[in-house]
T-cell receptor
Framework: GAGVSQSPSNKVTEKGKDVELRCDPISGHTALYWYRQSLGQGLEFLIYFQGNSAPDKSGLPSDRFSAERTGGSVSTLTIQRTQQEDSAVYLC????????????FGPGTRLLVL | RKEVEQDPGPFNVPEGATVAFNCTYSNSASQSFFWYRQDCRKEPKLLMSVYSSGNEDGRFTAQLNRASQYISLLIRDSKLSDSATYLCVVNRDDKIIFGKGTRLHILP
C-alpha cells in the first residue's frame, strides 16, 4: 500500500517568503507528526496531531510556524516570513493511533531559504 | 538532561566486527522502545523493537534494561551496508522521543 507522501520534495525560497509543506499520511492513520532535521543533526519534534486536533504544539520554534490538519488526513505545515535558519529537511510521520507503536516516515521536504 | 541520550559517535568499525550501541532514557514511565536506522539524506526507518527479554533479528540483537533505563543494540558480523545513523526511540503515552542518533561507519 501507499506510504506517507510529502510534497514538494525540494523547495528553494527567498528569505521573507511564506512556504507551505504538505503531508499525506497512510490512509487510516490518525496520529501525524512533523519533525525538522537540520544537516547532520537529530530529529527535532515540531507538532503532533491526533485526528484534526493538535494536543502537542510544544515543538514549534516560533509563531512563524503553524500547522493544520483537515479531514483527519492531509496536513500542511506553513512557515511564514522564512529565515535562513529554517533551512532543513521537514519530515512527516504517521502511525495508526496515538498509542500504536510503529511510526512510518515520509521522504521529507528539503527546504532551502536563500 | 535530555530524555533520550546516545553517544553521537562516529563509530568506525572494520567490516566483520561486532559493534554495540547504548542509549539511556530518563523517564521511567516510558513504555516502548525501538531502534530506527537513518541512511544519509533518507528518512528514518524502523529497525527493530526492543523488549526486556531481548530480541534478535539476524545479525541484530536489541535489549532493554528497565532497571538501569538503557537500551542496547548489538550488530554482529558488520557489513558495509550497516553504515548509517542509528536512532534510539522511546514512546511514552502518545509522545515519541528520538535520540540524536549514533553514526556508524563500517570500514572495508
Amino acid at each position: 500500500g501507499a506510504g506517507v507522501s510529502q510534497s514538494p520534495s525540494n523547495k528553494v525560497t527567498e528569505k521573507g517568503k511564506d512556504v507551505e509543506l504538505r503531508c499525506d499520511p497512510i490512509s487510516g492513520h490518525t496520529a501525524l507528526y512533523w519533525y525538522r532535521q537540520s544537516l547532520g543533526q537529530g530529529l527535532e519534534f515540531l507538532i503532533y496531531f491526533q485526528g484534526n486536533s493538535a494536543p502537542d504544539k510544544s515543538g514549534l520554534p516560533s509563531d512563524r510556524f503553524s500547522a493544520e490538519r483537515t479531514g483527519g488526513s492531509v496536513s500542511t505545515l506553513t512557515i511564514q516570513r522564512t529565515q535562513q535558519e529554517d533551512s532543513a529537511v521537514y519530515l512527516c510521520a504517521s502511525r495508526p493511533g496515538p498509542f500504536q507503536e510503529t511510526q512510518y516516515f515520509g521522504p521529507g521536504t528539503r527546504l532551502l531559504v536563500l | 538532561r535530555k530524555e533520550v541520550e546516545q553517544d553521537p559517535g562516529p563509530f568506525n568499525v572494520p567490516e566483520g566486527a561486532t559493534v554495540a550501541f547504548n542509549c539511556t532514557y530518563s523517564n521511567s514511565a516510558s513504555q516502548s522502545f525501538f531502534w530506527y536506522r537513518q541512511d544519509c539524506r533518507k528518512e528514518p526507518k524502523l529497525l527493530m523493537s526492543v523488549y526486556s527479554s531481548g530480541n534478535e533479528d539476524g545479525r541484530f540483537t536489541a535489549q532493554l534494561n528497565r532497571a538501569s533505563q538503557y537500551i542496547s543494540l548489538l550488530i554482529r558480523d558488520s557489513k558495509l551496508s550497516d553504515s548509517a545513523t542509528y536512532l534510539c526511540v522511546v514512546n511514552r503515552d502518545d509522545k515519541i522521543i528520538f535520540g540524536k542518533g549514533t553514526r556508524l561507519h563500517i570500514l572495508p
